[in-house]
């Protein structure tokens, strides 16, 4: 039995294996099959902006229809509203596809369950099992319906804006929005307008191919040059499928997922709010941001990467806070799944509710100086090669307590992430260096 899953659905380039539409087709009637087998079923499909989802759409489509589950189609649309309104319409699952911050050749599908949340590596191993069958359709008296579904942009509209608080006035705050010309074009700017934010769009034209590309929450540069010529108090950068957020403050600083989930946190806890008093981050987790969280007293939880494991360690530790650098921010008392509207909200409520700009909440911690090396590979490489397990030791060494290094595979793309860590930035960078060239040439 292949295992197709990988650590956010299933994922790859447009037109190989299994990014195909036959595959699709099988995938739609395979998840189809095992939802029926607790009954009647029915599933909604969102998608991203990229041209190949016309295509997986259709697909994905027939094969529900065809394991008799009835499909509501909702177009564009980001992947946390999708795990918003599966529970909304009262859907069994929901169907997102997306290649989330990849470019627009890739693509790939990824499932919510009935409460908005990833499938269980039970429910994903069940859809493996009936992959490897032989697919066989339903009778005609029993085959499944599909509409379309007109209001579901408004509904998911309105559940953003009642996460923020109506006391908060956002008319002072002049605003850039970068959409990455994926699934948010159609709804970031109608959220912030209508709580009264002035807002400047950019990258909110897609076409098909330019999802990701030089914009959005990957590539920074065009959203911080657009903050600095508005003269905007921050911006605000989401990736292609909406569910990672990165922003920008007023001098045109970048601020990852790591601080924000620290801003959001800080302010959290002085108000009493944040449940458990834990943060839930990941191995990539800057050091810094973890040193900040444990002197102001709050618990630092480390998962392996992506956000289900994130999200397995919340609902473990009944805590309801936690993230990624790259954007990946869960706020579980706001919604079921890592929301970037939504997290945006709550760091510009915080801004309102402290009357301080967003770089003087970043500075409250001092990340480390971090290098990421990301190596492209065609085959699998051994990470536990003798030789490679002996340089790292030797690296770990020198490191000592004044930083770390993390060696992984991605679990979205062909490459191995290098990423070191050092109070030294010229010792990071070495160190780094000096792995990457170790892996390159195995």
């Not at 069940?126 to 069958?133: N, P, Q, T, V, W």
Request: proline fraction near 2%.
């Amino acid at each position: 039995m292949s295992n197709f899953f990988g650590t956010d659905g299933i994922r790859g380039e447009v037109g190989k294996a299994p990014i195909t539409a036959d595959f699709l087709l099988k995938v739609g009637w395979a998840v189809g099959s095992v939802l029926r087998e607790s009954g009647s079923a029915s599933v909604i499909i969102g998608k991203d902006t990229r041209v190949s989802g016309y295509l997986f759409e259709s697909a994905l489509e027939a094969g529900f229809l065809s394991a008799g589950v009835n499909v509501g189609m909702l177009g564009p649309m980001p992947s946390p509203a999708i795990a918003y309104l599966t529970q909304a319409f009262g859907a069994t699952a929901g169907v997102v596809i997306s290649a989330s911050h990849n470019p627009y050749h890739d693509n790939g599908v990824k499932f919510f369950s009935s409460k908005g949340v990833k499938l269980s590596d039970d429910i994903q191993k069940a859809i493996e099992k009936k992959l490897s069958m032989p697919m066989v359709s339903v009778n005609s008296a029993t085959i499944g319906k599909a509409k379309r579904y007109g209001q579901a942009v408004g509904r998911y509209i309105e559940f953003c804006k009642s996460t923020f608080d109506k006391s908060c006035d956002l008319s002072n705050l002049k605003i850039v929005i970068d959409c990455a010309n994926g699934a948010t074009y159609h709804i970031a700017e109608d959220v912030f307008t209508e709580l009264g934010a002035s807002v400047t769009m950019i990258n909110n034209t897609p076409d098909g191919y330019n999802i990701n590309r030089e914009c959005g929450a990957t590539d920074t540069l065009h959203l911080q040059h657009e903050v600095i010529e508005n003269s905007a108090d921050l911006g605000i950068a989401f990736d292609g499928d909406g569910d990672r957020l990165i922003m920008v403050d007023h001098k045109g600083e970048k601020v990852d997922g790591d601080e924000l989930v620290f801003i959001i946190a800080n302010a959290w806890q002085k108000r009493g709010e944040l449940k458990s008093n834990t943060v839930v981050g990941t191995k990539m987790t800057n050091l810094g941001i973890r040193n900040a969280l444990t002197d102001n007293g709050m618990k630092f939880i480390e998962a392996d990467v992506g956000d289900r494991h994130v999200m397995n360690h919340l609902i473990k530790n009944k805590a309801i806070l936690g993230g990624e650098g790259s954007g990946h921010i869960i706020c579980l008392n706001k919604s079921t799944s890592g929301d970037a509207i939504i997290a945006a909200l709550q760091v510009l409520e915080i801004v309102v509710k402290a009357g301080q700009s967003l770089f003087d909440l970043k500075s409250e911690m001092t990340k480390y100086p971090q290098v990421l090396i990301n190596i492209k590979t065609e085959s699998k490489v051994n990470l536990n090669d003798s030789k490679l397990l002996e340089l790292i030791g030797t690296v770990e060494s020198k490191l000592s307590d004044k930083g770390r290094l993390l060696v992984r595979e991605s679990g979205t793309e062909p490459l191995v992430r290098v990423m070191v860590e050092c109070v030294d930035n010229a010792l990071a960078t070495e160190s780094a260096k000096q792995i990457s060239e170790a892996i390159q040439s195995m």
